[in-house]
């Protein structure tokens, strides 16, 4: 096995970007002076999302969604092999990782969209609670996530996080991508820029 580039910039910017957001929005959500640095954490968080939807469908071969969301025997096989001690390695996002992945992009959707509402004083108090709710299950399934990074690490003998920040990992040469895009990630920079500030206004 040989330290192959498995994750471009694009993506671990907009990884660390959207842990930063959320971490930000979580910590100023039950504060009123800091009610606009909550909202342009939020927009920030939509944002990348929104750039990672995309990028799902165009990015490089393990940012894609075909790569990483499998059916639910995949899942399973692969929760089951971590008990056995003898779970599949995967270059990208593993069975589990990917719903995980999947569920977290969905929430943080739900959570920026209902957020904003409330921001505009629509929808009352029901949906200020609801957007409570919704932030709760994210950081729940966030916290789910990172305990799934950690098991993986150990099982696998390898450091997942690290991996998130060079972009490598073992893996077979023909499992690398061909480039880290670090042009996209202005692109990503700036749409998220423009998101935070749309949402906050």
């Not at 999947?102 to 943080?108: P, T, Y």
């Amino acid at each position: 096995m040989n330290k192959i580039l498995v994750w471009d910039w694009p993506v671990r910017i907009g990884h660390w970007l959207l842990v930063g957001a959320f971490a930000l929005a979580w910590i100023t959500g039950d504060s009123e002076e800091w009610r606009l640095v909550h909202a342009f954490a939020g927009g920030t968080v939509v944002g990348v999302i929104l750039f990672r939807l995309l990028w799902g469908f165009v990015g490089t071969r393990h940012a894609r969604f075909t790569s990483f969301v499998r059916g639910p025997g995949a899942v399973l096989d692969y929760v089951f092999g971590l008990l056995r001690g003898d779970a599949s390695k995967y270059a990208g996002h593993n069975a589990a990782g990917g719903w995980a992945i999947v569920a977290l992009l969905a929430l943080g959707l739900l959570t920026g969209a209902s957020g904003w509402l409330v921001y505009q004083d629509l929808g009352g108090e029901w949906l200020e609670e609801v957007h409570e709710a919704l932030a709760t299950g994210m950081l729940t399934v966030a916290a789910v996530h990172v305990a799934g990074v950690v098991v993986s690490s150990l099982a696998h003998r390898e450091n997942l996080v690290r991996s998130m920040l060079t972009g490598f990992k073992f893996g077979r040469p023909d499992e690398a991508i061909a480039g880290a895009r670090p042009v996209v990630v202005m692109l990503l920079l700036v749409w998220v820029a423009a998101c935070a500030w749309w949402l906050a206004r």
